[in-house]
């Protein structure tokens, strides 16, 4: 039985490898032809081989030379038909300095850029706080309160959509994790800690300019994005320099807050091609504009919170800014037409 397959096995990789070789050398037969001015028979010759004789690249320039011997029979409908099929097949084909220049003259009348582009992106935000004002009832040494920035996450999708040559117009929604550490020494028997993190639905709104530089293809862009809090938590640890056990817990702190800022955004990307599809890593960055603090909650009476009297905790004025770095799937959606 094994000696069977192995046979079948054999017998199968020599019919595809002289399959493909009889349509290369079909192929090389038809270029010649043109070459001669022998034009007839190249359409019969290439067309047997379209299906799935030819490698990718051998297709593509069969299509080319199907094309120009089309134009040069002056069968216009023939090779506006087969530049449909080039484009349906290839939509995200960019002209080569060596493609025939009746082929170029083609590929102009037709529209290719993308219709609309779906973008799915993830990546890691640090917060760069920014604080207005620190507050204590009773402890002056407000310079004892600090902040570091942590690690977060951003995921989301994005609808880009064209406006003019090279400018793009994008709607999107955005989940996002904001974190930050939390320190307070000002008193001489207790230290306070802790993480804040805060998660947050954005939709931001941003304009694009796709600019092409000794072959590198960059994006620049800037916009707007309004950013709902869903929940903003941090978990505490109280320690005593006396020795005494820690007093740990989290907490939610969300109503101490505002639900909606308003973030202008600017990033900088480079367009990277997988066949037809584009992979863009980008950094950026994001400024809060407002204060997300609740002055009535933090100012009620503090001996009625849990908080301040657990943790000797109020909440500070801080604007929520925050770098990014984040990688981009991007898929590009075609509709190749005639320019009428």
């Known amino acids: 039985m094994k000696k069977y397959i192995l046979f079948i096995a054999f017998v199968l990789v020599s019919f595809l490898g002289k399959s493909q070789t009889t349509c290369t050398d079909k192929l090389r037969q038809a270029e010649r032809n043109f070459d001669e001015g022998q034009l007839d028979d190249i359409p019969q ?43 349906k097949e290839y939509p995200s084909y960019e002209i080569a300095v060596n493609d025939p220049k009746e082929f170029v003259n083609l590929y102009k009348t037709y529209r290719t850029d993308p219709i609309f582009k779906l973008e799915f992106c993830a990546g890691v ?3 760069l706080p920014f604080v207005k004002e620190t507050y204590s009832p009773e402890n002056l040494n407000q310079n004892a309160i600090s902040y570091n920035s942590l690690p977060g996450f951003d995921v989301g999708a994005t609808f880009t959509f064209n406006i003019a040559k090279n400018f793009n117009g994008s709607i999107g929604a955005i ?16 230290k306070v800690s802790g993480t804040f993190s805060n998660y947050y639905i954005g ?91 609740i002055d009535s909650e933090r100012l009620q009476d503090p001996s009625n919170s849990d908080l301040y009297y657990q943790y000797n905790y109020t909440p500070d004025k801080i604007f929520m800014n925050q770098v990014f770095f984040s990688i981009s799937f991007m898929k590009p959606v075609y509709n190749p037409q005639k320019i009428k």
């Open 45 to 87: 010759m290439v067309e047997s081989c379209m299906k799935n004789g030819f490698t990718k690249e051998e297709k593509k320039n069969a299509y080319k030379l199907l094309i120009q011997t089309h134009l040069f029979n002056e069968k216009m409908d023939l090779a506006d038909a087969v530049m449909k099929r080039f484009l």
């Open 125 to 127: 935000n640090y917060s």
């Open 203 to 293: 939709l931001p709104l941003s304009a694009s300019y796709n600019l092409t530089y000794k072959g590198i293809k960059s994006i620049f862009k800037a916009g707007i994005e309004t950013s709902y809090l869903i929940s903003s938590k941090m978990n505490f640890t109280k320690s005593f320099t006396n020795g005494d056990n820690p007093i740990k817990s989290v907490e939610d702190i969300s109503d101490y807050f505002k639900k909606i800022d308003i973030r202008p955004t600017l990033s900088v990307g480079v367009i990277i091609k997988v066949d037809k599809y584009e992979i863009i890593p980008s950094v950026g960055v994001k400024f809060s504009t407002i204060v997300p603090l």
């Open 175 to 190: 989940f996002s994790n904001y974190r930050l550490d939390y320190l307070d020494e000002g008193y001489d028997y207790t």
